[in-house]
């Protein structure tokens, strides 16, 4: 079982900035994809942002532009760059983890707050 551990949530005023990273307790190399998720209280989950083995990148429409994810193999961790912090942005942000081939797996982390102050 993959652990993910998040960080860097928090308490921002609009128009600033927060990075978000997530911490995975094994190798993340191989055919694999991380992503960033958000969801609010009473909706639905929602991909934020994802990045595959390659590098390749994939954003929500309302993002892009102003997030950006990244990856670093090495460190077994993936990061979420975000800029330019809206209102309508504050949401629980969620790690995930998916790994094909044989060692098959979707796992998430627990979650962090994020908060924009008007």
């Known amino acids: 079982q993959v652990q993910l551990v998040e960080s860097g949530g928090g308490l921002v005023q609009a128009g600033g900035s927060l990075r978000l990273s997530c911490a995975a307790s094994?190798?993340?190399?191989?055919?694999?994809?991380m992503g960033w998720h958000r969801q609010a209280p009473g909706k639905q989950r929602e991909l934020v942002a994802s990045?595959?083995?390659?590098?390749?990148?994939n954003y929500l429409d309302s993002v892009k532009g102003r997030f950006t994810i990244s990856r670093d193999n090495a460190l077994n961790t993936v990061y979420l760059q975000m800029n330019s912090l809206k209102p309508e942005d504050p949401d629980v942000y969620y790690c995930?983890?998916?790994?094909?081939?044989?060692?098959?797996?979707?796992?998430w982390g627990q979650g962090t707050q994020v908060t924009v102050s008007s």
């Open positions: 094994e190798s993340i190399s191989g055919i694999t994809v």
């Open positions: 990045i595959i083995s390659s590098g390749s990148t």
């Open positions: 995930n983890f998916k790994r094909y081939g044989l060692r098959r797996g979707d796992y």
